[in-house]
């Protein structure tokens, strides 16, 4: 039942149900940001009442808060409006992910964010690649991975906090074990260019360079060089951060299901 404002002009959400699905409306693209003023107004629904609705819906996983508002969460993604922005983003990185990883002799990855995991869209690199622990369509720890590093470095503090509420899990003698820690290495990676480093972290064998795929409305997904533990990872940094680069310019041209 919607309740109406004096001479009817404005329907405001009556019921709960109502007004969650009124929230979940202004969310109509996989990675469309929309802030607390702007939910508010677009709903008609008290300030309080939208905030309150957003806090009960981030911990239920619906939706995620950025550093720069709130987006649809893993689990609204997961009904099915991920897999779209996954094939716009696996198409337009494809052809970079080859040619870098032709460039640099190293494993290419292509990965989302998926709450304290990155979730695999792509990996290219011919034979080097079956050395390397990943596939396609799996998952790892984010504290622990360049691409998960690269991406959790947009994201607002509090987003840290609500992902490791007891704690990182420490996976190997040099992964991050502390949140704090965690935070402390986010602060290097925006202060890096954002780049993302880790070596033996994951896997006691790999160390990787990553960073983020950024549009204008925030990172989108991330990118990776991997190889053995005593790759110089520097040495590929500029490559890498050149071809982000390009994956973003070429997301702005053919926009698909992302926001420009």
Known sequence: MLSSAAGGEHLVPHSMAER???????????????????V????????STTYRILEQLIRLQWIDR??????????????GGRENGHGALRTAAAPVLHELALRSNLVVHLAVLDG????????????????????VGGRAPAHCTALGKALLAWQAPEYIDSEYPN???????????????LHRELGRVR??????????????????????L???????????????????LERVAPLIVRSARAIAD???ENPGPWPV
């Open 250 to 252: 070429a997301l702005l």
């Open 214 to 232: 950024r549009i204008p409305h925030g990172a989108v997904g991330a990118i990776s060089l991997a190889g053995g533990v005593d790759i110089t």
């Open 116 to 135: 304290p995991e990155v979730y695999y869209l792509d990996k290219v690199g011919g034979r080097p690649a079956e050395d390397i622990p990943s596939r």
């Open 66 to 79: 950025t550093s720069t508002g709130y987006r649809l969460g893993c689990r609204s993604l997961a009904l």
């Open 191 to 212: 202060a890096s260019r954002g780049l993302a480093f880790e070596r033996g972290e994951y896997d006691s064998r790999i160390a990787c360079v990553g960073v983020a």
């Open 20 to 38: 969650i699905t009124a929230i979940m409306d202004q969310f109509d693209r996989p990675h469309t940001i929309r802030t607390l003023d702007q």
């Open 167 to 181: 704690g990182v899990e420490q996976r190997t003698s040099q992964s991050i074990g502390e949140v704090e820690r």
């Open 40 to 47: 508010t107004q677009r709903t008609r629904l008290p300030r």
